[in-house]
Structure formats: C-alpha cells, structure tokens
C-alpha cells in the first residue's frame, strides 16, 4: 500500500469494459461525503482538459501500443500533477475510475505490450509523487477490481452505446484484459479488492461497502445490519 500525506485516500475503481463500475461513483461519493470527506472524482485517460483531449485521441483514432501507452501516461502525469496529488495533499478522497493498473491490463495483457516498457513509464510517472520517497510509487491505497466474466460484460455491453476503439475489440481481447487484472491482483492482494461484478446492482454495492467497512476506509452506517 502507498501511504499518503495528511490522511488522503487515494481510491481507483478497475475492470473490463461493461463490468459496471462507473455505476456504483454515485454512491460510492456519496458515502464518503456523509462521512465529512471531501471527495475529487476523476477519471483516466482523463481528469485534467489535457487529459481528456489525449483520453479522446486514444479511444477514438487507431495507433501503435507504444502510442498508447505513452499518451496514456502523458496523460496520467498531467493528472497526477494536476489533480491528484494536491488533492491527497489536502487529506481528500480521490475516487478515480481507472489507473495504471488499466494499462497493465489493455495494452499489457491486452495487446501485447510489453511491460517491462509499462513499468519503466510507470516509474518515471508515478515514482516520488505525493511526498513518497524517491524510489517508492505513487499508487491506490485500494483498488475495487470489477471482475466479470467477458462474455457476459460484452452481453451488457451490446447496444448500449456506439462502442469507443476499446469496447469494439473482440471478446478475445477481454479475456486478455480479464486475465491481465487477474495477475495484477495475485501480485498485490493486499491493494486489490475483488467484486464480483456478475450479481446484481444493489448486491455489488453491498460488497463494496462491506469490504470499504472491513478495511476500515468507511465506518459502518449507524443501524445498518452486521
Ligand atoms: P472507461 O470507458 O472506463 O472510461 O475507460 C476508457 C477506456 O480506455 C477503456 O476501454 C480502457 C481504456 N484504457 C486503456 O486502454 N489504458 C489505460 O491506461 C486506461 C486508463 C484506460
């Protein structure tokens, strides 16, 4: 786990596309505010207008891996400078959909990338930010894993939207990505928390907030059952 300055908890939300996790921000915002917490919301490729003019060149034009990847850390430096580690410095909430681990998993796993590449953009991204040590990255606390199976997600998926270059990939490409998050959540259990994304709504936001309460990053609600 990273640790942060001044009490900020640094929160990311993770999956293949159509595993439903940008359904639960909501309310997941909510409950930290009911608590006193300021919260940033944000997102990746995202979060800063930069960001989000490289967040459109990558969903929408075709483009090498490399491409990819270093404009999706392009953008992530912008965001971090930006956004999230001024926010942590104030102690706040930043409950971010995607982050590096979303890298790992599409153009890692998923495309073929390779990662020791990721890891060397990752470091000079993410290493020393925040107040960290020199050596040490800037990464989740937790990292709520929405883990679906990938035919069921492009199920949900069908129709919903005019798909962006991600969610128009081939269900082979999810099982990459699926699997990518899979190996990255073996290799830091203590930082992911897996959600199975297949149950209904109301029952995932119940996991979500049972394993929040459990890591102690919420308090549990007054009369809510044990
Ligand atoms: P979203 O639809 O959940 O907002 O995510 C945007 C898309 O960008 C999603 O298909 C995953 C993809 N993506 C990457 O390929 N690499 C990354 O590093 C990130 C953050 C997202």
Known sequence: ????????????????????????????????????????????????????????????????????????????????????????????????????????????????FDTAVLSTLEQWVQAGRAGLPAAQLLQPQFTLWFDLAPEIAAQRLAGARVPDKFEAQPVEFFRRVAQGYADRATADASRFVRIDASQARDQVWQQIDTALVARGVLSQVQGAAQ
């Open 1 to 112: 786990m990273s640790p942060t300055r001044d009490g900020g908890l640094f929160l990311t939300l993770e999956g293949i596309d159509g595993a439903g996790k940008s359904s639960h921000l909501d309310a997941l915002e909510a409950r930290f505010k009911a608590q006193g917490r300021t919260v940033v919301r944000t997102r990746e490729p995202g979060g800063t207008p930069l960001a989000e003019t490289l967040r459109a060149l990558v969903l929408e034009q075709p483009m090498t891996p490399l491409t990819e990847s270093l404009l999706v850390f392009a953008a992530r430096c912008e965001h971090i400078a930006q956004v999230i580690e001024p926010a942590l410095a104030r102690g706040e909430v930043v409950l971010c959909d995607r982050f590096t681990d979303a890298t790992f998993a599409y153009q890692g796993a998923g495309r073929g």
